[in-house]
């Protein structure tokens, strides 16, 4: 059974951080692509960053600079630093994996960044 369990979710001020993390387990094919993405209420979900195994990132550019994103092949799991939080990332963040013949979500941790 494919698990992907999501941490490090919160409530942080403006300028504070946060690390999420995301262990997935139960997946038979191999991993290529672990990222993150993003969802606030009334908008799509968008991509924040995603990591391939060979460790080449990409970033949306409104975290690059921001937010880290970093992997543990031997694990399966994939983590976002997230420094300088503003109130517009706000979201739940969903884990996605994507193997070689299948792609799994995360059931999403909730971010919020409000003083």
């Known amino acids: 059974q494919v698990q992907l369990v999501e941490s490090g979710g919160g409530l942080v001020q403006p300028g504070g951080s946060l690390r999420l993390s995301c262990a997935a387990s139960?997946?038979?094919?191999?991993?290529?692509?672990m990222g993150w993405y993003r969802q606030s209420p009334g908008k799509e979900r968008e991509l924040v960053a995603q990591?391939?195994?060979?460790?080449?990132?990409n970033y949306a550019d409104s975290m690059k600079g921001r937010f880290t994103i970093s992997r543990d092949n031997a694990k399966n799991t994939v983590y976002l630093q997230m420094n300088s939080l503003k109130p517009e990332d706000t979201a739940v963040y969903y884990c996605?994996?994507?193997?070689?013949?299948?792609?799994?979500w995360g059931q999403g941790t909730q971010v919020t960044v409000s003083s």
């Open positions: 139960g997946i038979i094919f191999s991993i290529n692509v």
């Open positions: 990591i391939t195994a060979g460790g080449i990132t």
């Open positions: 996605n994996v994507r193997a070689t013949r299948a792609t799994y």
